[in-house]
């Protein structure tokens, strides 16, 4: 069993910066591909990153590439996400995913999620 927990989610202005985290728990993090998701309200989730196990493989959604990145630290057990640029439909609830045995292009159909974390709110004022 993993569990996820996110952290960093707040209240910020467009064109601002926000850092996400995720820290998993569990001796195995590194085989699991690792990713972020962000559902607004009234929308379906949406696929925003993944990152493959050793981190030598991202993948972003076009709506946020060239503004987020995504990144790990095995030996802490946590995932990041770097949002700059933001903008108000940036705004949405952004959740962690872990997949075992899957890989980044899997996971941004949202196949072969594991686990989920319970979610952190980034709201963007304009």
């Known amino acids: 069993q993993v569990q996820l927990v996110e952290s960093g989610g707040g209240l910020v202005q467009a064109g601002g910066s926000l850092r996400l985290s995720c820290a998993a728990s569990?001796?195995?993090?590194?085989?699991?591909?690792m990713g972020w998701f962000r559902q607004a309200p009234g929308k379906e989730r949406e696929f925003v990153a993944a990152?493959?196990?050793?981190?030598?493989?991202?993948l972003y959604a076009d709506s946020v590439k060239g503004r987020f990145t995504i990144s790990r630290d095995n030996a802490k057990n946590t995932v990041y996400l770097q949002m700059n640029s933001l903008k108000p439909e940036d705004t949405a609830v952004y959740y962690c995913?872990?997949?075992?045995?899957?890989?980044?292009?899997?996971?941004?159909?949202?196949?072969?999620?594991?686990?989920w974390g319970q979610g952190t709110q980034v709201t963007v004022s304009s």
């Open positions: 569990g001796r195995t993090f590194s085989t699991y591909i």
């Open positions: 990152i493959s196990g050793r981190g030598g493989v991202t």
């Open positions: 995913a872990a997949a075992f045995g899957a890989t980044t292009q899997l996971m941004s159909n949202m196949r072969g999620i594991n686990y």
